[in-house]
């Protein structure tokens, strides 16, 4: 309790608000995490447009379509939590076409497109 104390007045010197080295770390943590959350948005992001066009190519689907196929995937991440939502989509899609791929192999090409997504978003591409 007395730290707290002398911690506040120490901010306060003559007015002005001093940051402390506890408080530039701080802030500094909370730059990294928002950023790493950042990044990983958009790694995920990248990673369903990925998958998206892989599902539109194994469809038949080209050009325009495979593009505008590819965004539904991307949309259909925000339903729910998690990657399930994306996962059900490109398996139910696949099958109205008359293909079957296996949950397995969906998800075994996501975690490969995850790592490329990764590597594409730190490139800056």
């Known amino acids: 309790m007395e730290f707290a104390k002398f911690r506040r007045a120490a901010l306060h010197l003559n007015g002005k608000r001093y940051m402390t080295t506890f408080d530039k770390r701080e802030e ?6 928002a950023l790493d959350e950042e990044q990983k948005f958009k790694a995920e992001a990248r990673r369903n447009r990925l998958l998206g066009m892989w599902a539109a190519e194994k469809m038949g689907l ?8 590819a965004k539904e995937v991307v949309a259909a991440d925000f339903e729910e939590s ?4 994306v996962l059900r989509k490109v ?17 075994a090409k996501m975690n490969e497109l995850l790592l490329e997504a990764v590597a594409q978003v730190k490139a800056g591409k």
């Open 28 to 33: 500094g943590f909370e730059k990294k995490f």
């Open 62 to 69: 080209s050009g325009d379509a495979a593009s505008a196929y």
């Open 82 to 85: 998690g990657d399930d939502d």
């Open 91 to 107: 398996e139910q899609d696949l099958s109205a076409k008359g293909l079957t791929v296996a949950q397995a192999e969906i998800r």
